[in-house]
């Protein structure tokens, strides 16, 4: 069986959605959104926690990576900024409320919120929904393109937006499906590793801390120098360590583990607002105080993080704090405003919230949206070779690369 539209969105997340709505206000006349999963928005309910972090106030190109990423989202951006997507949202009956660092969050706190709000409006509006509906392959043909389903029928359509997705989070319907109908059409994909995500290190002594979380500075080094640094809540788990301090500035560890050179370490400062000046005439105060090492930090560090720390330090912890010698304190002080962990690795796309790399941003025009090698075919979000910093950042690109593929595919 085939069918006929004038624009058929692959994809039914957060840009397929955002891209079917624009469109149809923007007068689309047949539209189709086909989605693979047995229902859209599956990953959009998982975003901020199920709370959904839907822009950043702050959003600007430098918050964006891949190779010439910066300048590729700028004309995007510029046409469709955080304020255009709290007024998208607002015109959908979704409020927004701000909270730190220029993340906006709906007042519902409700993801699935948003995503009624969104089917809502695509139903209002009359675009076709098609769950289940695996797209195996895109062909243009006759000023079109027929897109063939996994389930032999097919849907014919003059103009293609592609916004598949990318690889991260497999759970939640990632796939490297929409890099394979773009590479079948003759684009170029770049390479793919994830971002947003935890880090495995060594676990000699993390594994004691599981569960723990603290205010931190993480720097992640190569070969000793420093990358990147990033301040916020740090948690230590099973395998390594995660939180935000940690996945903001995951992505190189992503890159590092994709190329397998050199050696990474995780440098962390469990005091991030005390100078090591500070912390070692603090410790000596301490001595007097008549603990074993085991309760040392007591009052300073949560008490296991301490234990773990004056173990690092080589300390015993029935050792009499009252006998430790300058040197040593100079040791322990060191080992907390630099706590060294050896990087193993990333906990892949499974725990990935992003995919980095993917469809050459060289082949895309980026006031369109539309391919330069295939005309008529539009690629949006993860797809392409653009991933954002963590805090809302990555749903704002969607959003505006939806907004812009939709002014030109309506034109």
Known sequence: MSYTYEIAIVGGGASGLAAAVFCAREGGKSIVLLEKQPRVGKKLLATGSGTCNLTNRTAAPDNYHGDGASAFVTPALTAFPPEAALAFFRSLGVLCSPREEGREYPLCQQASAVLDCLRLELSRLGVTERCDAAITAIKPQNGGFVLSLANGETVTAERVILAAGGAASPSLGGSSDGYALATALGHRKTPLFPAIVQVRTDTTFVRAMKGLRTDATVTFCLNGQPLCSHTDELLFTEYGISGPAVMQISRV?????????????????????????????????????????????????????????????????????????????????????????????????????????????????????????????????????????CGGFNLQWAWASAYVAAKAVTQ
Do not use: H
């Open 253 to 389: 560890v992503g890159d590092w583990e994709r190329r397998k050179t050199s050696t990474m370490t995780a440098v962390i400062d469990l005091l991030p607002t005390v100078s090591e000046t500070e912390l070692l005439a603090l410790l000596a105060e301490r001595r007097a105080l008549g603990r074993t090492a085991a309760d040392f930090l007591t009052g300073i560090l949560n008490k296991r993080i301490g234990q773990t720390v004056c173990r690092a330090a080589g300390l015993s912890l029935e050792q009499p704090t009252e006998t430790l010698s300058p040197n040593v304190l100079r040791k322990l002080a060191e080992t907390i405003k630099r706590f060294t962990l050896p990087v193993i690795g990333t906990q892949g796309f499974g725990g990935a919230q992003v995919t980095a790399g993917g469809i050459a941003t060289a082949e895309v025009d980026p006031r369109t949206m539309m391919s330069r090698r295939v005309p008529g075919l539009y690629l949006i979000g993860e797809v392409l070779d653009v991933d954002g910093d």
